[in-house]
């Protein structure tokens, strides 16, 4: 990857004895082959710096070829392979579905030759959290109703209604440090095999979200004759009832009206001491925020993923923790971690989640390919080897010191990975059972997202995506493709966001009450 302190080459930066078109492409890489159009580019048009006139109409944020690439050659963006010509690409062409297609090549794993000792602030970092009784530091105070099966989530859905404040304001008027009563429910628990991966995964993310320091209190409810026994869960995750976890079921407590009333009784037990709850400065190592790309665009690894991950050096820096995720995503760039691994046995983890992957996909008559999405490629992306070359940029420049499983607890400080799909509610929803208490969220094509309970930030890409939907977004990074920002300032600017969401500042999509739906825990496995 480049080095992001000189992503934008100086032949394509504004200045005012530049002439007028010196801004029309973003070179990336000096061995790259193709140029990025920083607006609509039409048949004509010069490329300052490059020699090459434009062919064709080249929409925005979409690749201009700058030399001649022969049939079968490759072709670099990022100074790394993203394709292969189909055919011959003369220069000033687009290049894009038509003309470039997946290969393979050998990725040269390196193991560790990348690392280098990090180093802490002295002084780091804080931010306003609330310390939970067993040392867990939470971002926020919310109840949470869980489910084990799908059959249960009609009650969860209609308890945890009964405290919303659009609906009943009353509900938690004398609870103002409480943000809410959640319900998340999901779609699976039964018909599985009861020892099978599929059904250990559900309970690793169950889990995960009833030990979720941003819950006060949390209950689990099921029908009572489901896969996914309750007891189950507990014994598997080491979970115990007590005055902040209970459990029950439908059958049990005999039929929907009880188990709602039964709910709504308890959770008002719980309202009074979650309430009493005050924020203090702790240091930034208790943050570990979960790093996300949705509907990204040709521009997603130029401004917004490598302003995130500028910001998660600072992050590491100030001994906190990053997770990388969206497997699918970083595949035929996973060399570039593998480099960065503190040991060999690391990046051997992470190479097999990539073997796992191949499998998986050959099992179900898929392709890997089949990521970028209708929209991505929309927005310029053509191959998943590009998106992922622009989406490993999320993690910065900072070492791999581990890296899990989907929905494992993480330990580690430091950036890790996660094995998760790409689609974005799965791989969250994976971060956040790990421990996630922020999530940040790039998006070029635009997105309405929320992850309760742990606040999502979203992160434009462009500023004609930041005109159009800054309801939704926290942060544009549009600026940097005009000149006006450095991906430094950009990456200490989200750092700061980071810390002051941390401290209670509500992020567009807990002002527009999403995260309640995004709870999408991934089923594998045959469903019986």
Not at 131 to 159: D, K
Not at 189 to 197: K, L, M, N, Q, S
Request: charged letters at 20%; a negative charge.
């Amino acid at each position: 990857m480049p080095d992001i302190k000189n992503l934008i080459s100086p032949a394509a930066a504004t200045s005012a004895a530049a002439p007028a078109n010196a801004a029309h492409a973003v070179r990336l890489h000096a061995e790259d082959d193709v140029v990025i159009a920083r607006s609509q580019l039409v048949g004509g048009t010069v490329l300052a710096g490059e020699d090459v006139r434009v062919s064709g109409l080249i929409p925005s944020g979409h690749k201009v070829a700058v030399r001649q690439i022969e049939q079968g050659q490759a072709v670099r963006r990022y100074g790394q392979i993203i394709g292969f010509a189909s055919r011959t690409i003369l220069p000033g062409e687009h290049v894009h579905t038509h003309n470039l297609v997946m290969g393979e090549f050998v990725r040269d794993y390196a193991f560790c030759v990348d690392a280098k000792p990090t180093v802490l602030k002295e002084t780091p970092a804080t931010f306003d959290g609330i310390v939970r009784a067993n040392g867990r530091v939470a971002t926020r105070n919310y109840i949470g109703i869980l489910t084990s099966v799908n059959c249960s989530a009609t009650v969860a859905r209609a308890i945890a209604d009964r405290f919303r404040r659009d609906i009943f304001p009353e509900a938690l008027r004398a609870f103002p440090n409480v943000d809410g009563v959640v319900a998340l429910t999901h779609g699976a628990g039964c018909a599985v095999d009861p020892e099978g991966e599929g059904l250990a995964m559900l309970q690793r993310t169950l889990g995960g979200y009833a030990n979720h320091p941003n819950f006060a209190g949390v209950l689990v409810i099921g029908l009572g004759c489901e896969t996914n026994q309750i007891s189950r869960i507990m014994e598997t995750q080491g979970l115990v009832e007590a005055d902040f976890l209970k459990t029950f079921n439908i059958q049990e407590t005999g039929g929907t009206a009880k188990t709602i009333a039964h709910g709504v009784d308890l959770i008002n037990q719980m309202l009074a001491e979650a309430n009493r709850v005050h924020r203090q400065p702790v240091p930034a190592s208790h943050l570990v925020v979960g790093l996300q790309c949705g509907g990204s665009d040709g521009y997603s690894g130029i401004s917004a993923n490598p302003s995130l991950g500028a910001a998660v050096d600072l992050l590491v820096q100030n001994g906190g923790t990053a997770i990388l995720s969206e497997t699918p995503e970083i595949y035929g760039a996973e060399h570039l971690l593998t480099r960065r691994a503190v040991s060999r046995e690391i990046g051997e983890k992470l190479v097999s989640r990539i073997h796992w992957w191949e499998e998986y996909c050959a099992r179900n008559n898929a392709a890997m390919n089949n990521n970028p999405s209708a929209g991505n490629k929309a927005g310029g992306l053509t191959t998943v080897l590009e998106k992922s070359l622009g989406g490993i940029a999320k993690g910065g420049n900072t070492n791999l010191v581990e890296v899990y499983e989907y929905a494992e607890p993480v330990k580690a400080r430091g950036l890790v990975f996660m094995d998760t799909p790409g689609y974005d509610p799965i791989s969250a929803t994976g971060q956040v059972a790990g421990g996630a208490n922020l999530i940040c969220f790039t998006t070029g094509r635009g997105s309405a997202y929320g992850c309760a309970p742990t606040p999502s930030l979203k992160i434009a890409t462009n500023n004609a995506l930041w005109k159009r939907q800054q309801e939704d977004m926290d942060l544009n990074c549009g600026t940097i493709l005009t000149g006006e920002s450095t991906i430094e300032e950009k990456g200490r600017e989200l750092f700061q966001l980071m810390l002051d969401t941390a401290s209670g500042k509500r992020s567009c999509s807990e002002t527009h009450g999403y995260g309640q739906n995004e709870f999408v825990p991934w089923q594998i496995g045959a469903i019986t």
